[in-house]
């Protein structure tokens, strides 16, 4: 089933504003979590991920930040841009079960001119 | 470096018939997986090999789906027959303990329509 909750499910922001995307899990064992960006009709790519033992982790206009407590970490887009517009995923990394990732339906950011 | 590189990009096919996707993962690339993914939706795991040895198919829907890697490296998707609700997108990835197990380059895709 679902271990992973995203929210929101859409998204539309003006460009140069933030975004945030939360993603809350429910197996206290997941240790690595990642973001994959999907542009309308390309490939999905791994564009962020961080590891339980790190709270944030930073690369250029984009951030992870993890609440290991309240079991949920989220993805920070700033001073956003037309080429942001994608779907974006929060994968569950399957531990103990193998090398799996589990993904959902995303959230779809549109960055409006 | 190639990346994953999969074919054909695109197939029509009537409904009944057979169709079938290959896939090359990158290079030294030991995990090799097969999504579907639906219009709307996120990637759904068909079935996962390390090496030659499917490690995962509980998501395959065996009536009509078969896949192989026979010599651990490109591996071909099939399905046969196709059905009308059989059309998405088919990606390939894959994944190497060097380059982080758990870190999955994806393939362009192969995009499926059955009539």
């Known amino acids: 089933g679902e271990n992973v909750e995203q929210h929101p499910s859409t998204l539309s922001v003006q460009e140069g504003d933030s975004a945030v995307i939360k993603c809350t899990y429910s197996d206290s064992a997941s240790n690595y979590f990642p973001w994959y960006k999907q542009e309308l009709g390309k490939r999905p790519q791994l564009i962020i991920d961080i590891r339980s033992n790190v709270g944030e982790k930073k690369d250029q206009r984009i951030a992870v930040t993890l609440n290991k407590t309240a079991k949920h970490f989220s993805l920070h887009i700033t001073e956003t841009q037309p080429e942001d517009s994608a779907v974006y995923f929060c994968?569950?990394?399957?531990?103990?079960?193998?090398?799996?990732?589990?993904f959902g339906t995303g959230t779809q950011l549109k960055v409006e001119l | 470096e190639a990346g994953v590189v999969q074919s054909p990009r695109y197939k029509i096919i009537e409904k009944k018939q057979p169709v079938a996707f290959w896939c090359n993962p990158i290079?030294?690339?030991?995990?090799l997986y097969w999504y579907r993914q639906n219009l709307g939706q996120g990637p759904e795991l068909l079935i996962r090999?390390?090496?030659?040895?499917?490690?995962?198919d509980s998501q395959l829907p065996k009536d009509r789906f078969s896949a192989e890697r026979l010599k651990g490296v490109d591996s071909t998707l099939k399905i046969q027959p196709a059905e009308l609700g059989d059309s998405a997108v088919y990606l390939c990835a894959s994944s190497s303990p060097h380059s982080g197990a758990n870190v999955l380059t994806f393939g362009a895709g192969s995009r499926l329509t059955v009539l």
């Open positions: 290079s030294g690339h030991n995990t």
């Open positions: 090999y390390e090496n030659e040895e499917a490690v995962d």
């Open positions: 994968p569950h990394w399957l531990t103990g079960g193998g090398n799996k990732l589990t």
